[in-house]
């Protein structure tokens, strides 16, 4: 089997652990609103677009607020989170990243990245990985958020390989599903019990190989 001629990579949570970031400055917003916002909230707002994640965290705290007041207040948590992360040093990068994507770039195989983050070029220069994806589909690029495959489906296009051979690397359930609704295998990195539909499921990039990539 020597099915498999791309990879697309998910940021947050595959590459770099940015939730942490993602938790500070959501957390902050919340209680200047007067209300708490906890890590298991947080969990829940993996791969969930900025607007989607303020939607949820106004409901959790059963607050209302006007477009352009939720306008004002992903702004505000945005610049708290890029003030973070421009900070970011490539160690941040999770074990085994970086050396996954180079082996899968030694080995002929296209790498793409396929992020619902706005700021994912920024988080790539400052890591310095910027030169190891053929393509970079980041949430400025899409319309339409995971569970829909528009993310990774445009990735596939962009390095020119049919969705049939691509693999997903995903560690949000919704990435997983946009994985299969576009006709692509994937990996969960992350929990057996949270990422059981994807093909298989490993706790990070340094499990993996080109002997299991081409074993899917
Ligand atoms: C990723 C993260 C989410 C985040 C989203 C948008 O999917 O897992 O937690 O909300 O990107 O990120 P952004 O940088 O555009 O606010
Ligand atoms: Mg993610």
Not at 3 to 21: E, Q, R
Not at 31 to 42: L, V
Not at 48 to 60: D, F, H, M, P, Y
Not at 113 to 118: E, I, M, Q, R, T
């Amino acid at each position: 089997m020597n099915s498999v001629k791309a990879c697309i990579f998910d940021l947050d949570g595959v590459i770099v652990d940015t939730a942490v970031y993602h938790y500070k400055a959501w957390k902050r917003l919340a209680n200047q609103m007067g209300f708490d916002f906890t890590e298991e909230q947080n969990e829940k707002l993996k791969g969930v677009s900025r607007t989607r994640s303020l939607e949820l965290i106004l409901q959790w705290g059963s607050v209302t607020k006007t477009d352009a007041e939720k306008e004002e207040l992903a702004t505000q948590k945005n610049t708290w989170y890029v003030d973070m992360i421009s900070h970011m040093k490539p160690d941040e990068i999770l074990p085994g990243a970086k050396e996954f994507v180079q082996t899968c770039r030694d080995a002929g195989i296209k790498t793409a990245l396929g992020s619902a983050s706005k700021n994912s070029m920024m988080i790539l220069e400052k890591i310095g990985m910027v030169n190891l994806f053929d393509a970079i589909i980041d949430g400025n690029k899409v319309s339409k958020a995971k569970p829909d495959p528009e993310v990774f489906l445009k990735g596939a296009e962009e390095v020119g390989i049919a969705p049939a051979n691509c693999v997903v690397f995903e560690d949000a359930i919704a990435g997983i599903e946009a994985a299969i609704a576009g006709g692509m295998k994937s990996v969960g990195i992350g929990s057996p019990e949270v990422l059981g539909e994807a093909n298989l499921v490993v706790s990070g990039l340094n499990e993996m190989s080109l002997e299991k990539l081409q074993a899917l």
